[in-house]
């Protein structure tokens, strides 16, 4: 697993949310703790696994790694990416079993979570529905004032889904219940 660590798990803190951006060859996650309006950039990574091995080994490893930092970071809440797949579905069937496999650590933790499809990630992020992945990139660097653009770039996107839910459930406790 992959891991460039900007802050340790520890209290004192508001929201810590985990953003995922599914995938069987790399996993994104990204980490950041949100106190009122503000966000903070606590962890990214991204966890790989290696093609041609078996299926189950595959998302056993991914299982276990996120489960470790899952523990490592203790989020208060989640997002996950929807699935986008275009015209190639056979492609996107990887892919949706190691999406399940987050939603199950995610459950297991009894965690909240959220979902953003891309273009919904890439409003929140950067403004605009259709911007690149370079934009998106960039404008992630700026707000968690990162001195360079995250990688992997499976990181880098995890990190827009916790930028995005941040956002969009600003105002709101992690409990579901509206901030006074």
């Given at each position: 697993?992959?891991?460039n660590s900007g802050a340790a798990?520890?209290?004192?803190?508001?929201?810590?949310?985990?953003?995922?951006?599914?995938?069987?060859?790399?996993?994104?996650?990204?980490?950041?703790?949100?106190?009122?309006?503000?966000?903070?950039?606590?962890?990214?990574?991204?966890?790989e696994t290696k093609a041609g091995?078996?299926?189950?080994?595959?998302?056993?490893?991914?299982?276990?790694?996120?489960?470790?930092?899952?523990?490592?970071?203790?989020?208060?809440?989640?997002?996950?990416?929807?699935?986008?797949?275009?015209?190639?579905?056979?492609?996107?069937?990887?892919?949706?079993?190691?999406?399940?496999?987050?939603?199950?650590?995610?459950?297991?933790?009894?965690?909240?979570?959220?979902?953003?499809?891309?273009?919904?990630?890439?409003?929140?992020?950067?403004?605009?529905?259709?911007?690149?992945?370079?934009?998106?990139?960039?404008?992630?660097?700026?707000?968690?004032?990162?001195?360079?653009?995250?990688?992997?770039?499976?990181?880098?996107?995890?990190?827009?889904?916790?930028?995005?839910?941040?956002?969009?459930?600003?105002?709101?406790?992690?409990?579901?219940?509206?901030?006074?």
């Amino acid at each position: 697993m992959r891991r460039n660590s900007g802050a340790a798990a520890g209290g004192g803190r508001g929201r810590r949310i985990i953003g995922i951006d599914p995938g069987l060859a790399s996993t994104g996650w990204g980490v950041l703790d949100c106190d009122g309006g503000r966000v903070r950039h606590v962890d990214h990574g991204s966890i790989e696994t290696k093609a041609g091995r078996p299926m189950a080994e595959r998302l056993l490893r991914i299982m276990e790694s996120l489960r470790a930092v899952l523990d490592a970071h203790e989020p208060t809440e989640s997002a996950v990416e929807i699935l986008y797949f275009g015209k190639n579905v056979s492609s996107a069937i990887p892919v949706a079993e190691a999406r399940g496999v987050a939603f199950v650590a995610l459950a297991e933790r009894g965690l909240p979570v959220a979902e953003f499809r891309p273009n919904e990630i890439k409003q929140g992020v950067t403004g605009v529905s259709s911007a690149d992945k370079r934009q998106v990139q960039e404008m992630v660097r700026v707000i968690l004032g990162l001195s360079r653009k995250p990688s992997p770039d499976h990181a880098a996107d995890a990190l827009g889904v916790a930028i995005c839910a941040a956002n969009h459930f600003a105002g709101y406790a992690a409990d579901g219940s509206g901030a006074s």
